[in-house]
């Protein structure tokens, strides 16, 4: 499956972003979906994930009660609503895809990964 992330871009703190991660190539619905990010000088982290169907999402502490993420599988899409943003959000965020069963935290277990979208929130 083949992953395109887009919706990045530079804005104040406090202000809100929705990454959209848009697949194709096979069955969408049969993946397991996660957004992990990266910041200069630090490892990819977790930042949350989502089933194939939909019904049980992960969201990292840092995050916690600012972002959301959700699924449209006939649209072949996953989106990252991010709210309240931190200057400390600041990363490039990348979209992976698993057909494993779901171990939402663990890069490791992605398969797919698309080419990463910039996010910079500037206090």
């Known amino acids: 499956v083949q992953l395109q992330a887009s919706g990045g871009g530079l804005v104040q703190a406090g202000g809100s972003l929705r990454l959209s991660c848009s697949a194709s190539?096979?069955?969408?619905?049969?993946?397991?979906m996660g957004w992990f990010r990266q910041a200069p000088g630090r490892e990819r982290e977790f930042v949350a994930a989502?089933?194939?169907?939909?019904?049980?999402?992960v969201i990292a502490d840092s995050v916690m009660g600012r972002f959301t993420i959700s699924r449209d599988n006939a649209k072949n899409t996953v989106y990252l609503q991010m709210n309240s943003l931190k200057p400390e959000d600041t990363a490039v965020y990348y979209c992976?895809?698993?057909?494993?069963?779901?171990?939402?935290?663990?890069?490791?277990?992605?398969?797919?990964w698309g080419q990463g979208t910039q996010v910079t929130v500037s206090s």
């Open positions: 992976a895809a698993t057909s494993r069963p779901y171990a939402p935290r663990l890069s490791s277990r992605y398969d797919y």
């Open positions: 190539g096979r069955t969408f619905s049969g993946y397991n």
């Open positions: 989502i089933s194939w169907a939909g019904d049980n999402t």
